[in-house]
């Protein structure tokens, strides 16, 4: 089973905001691991980072710096956050650059939302 929350599921049962109706067991179940791998602060700043980085994509090498960490650890928190499909990588020679995945933030920050949400 994939770590994933948009990995082709049918998701649109997760798109309601806690204010609006309450989570259905199944629908924790799906959700939860990724608002766990967000609950380390340093997965969090890593994700906050490379959101927040000009231009939508940062270099690891950009990443280290930013910690008092051995590049193992970092390496070790961006694997969980792509695992659980919250950033995405691709490798350009050595270097190995991270961009957020806009779908499940957009899906976590739904759920967490206490504005009515309208689907189409």
Do not use: N
């Not at 994933?4 to 806690?18: A, E, K, V, W």
Request: proline share 5%; with cysteine.
């Amino acid at each position: 089973m994939s770590k994933q929350l948009t990995d082709g599921s049918d998701l649109s049962d997760c798109r309601i905001p806690l204010v609006k109706e309450p989570l259905l067991p199944d629908q924790a179940e799906r959700l939860a691991p990724s608002f766990k791998a967000l609950g380390d602060p340093v997965r969090l700043r890593l994700l906050s980072l490379i959101a927040s980085h000009e231009g939508g994509q940062v270099c690891v090498c950009d990443l280290t710096e930013s910690f008092d960490l051995a590049a193992p650890t970092i390496s070790h928190h961006l694997k969980v956050l792509k695992d659980y499909g919250l950033v995405t990588s691709q490798r350009r020679g050595t270097w190995i650059y991270y961009t957020a995945t806009a779908a499940t933030l957009d899906l976590l920050s739904t759920v967490l939302s206490t504005r009515e949400v309208t689907t189409a």
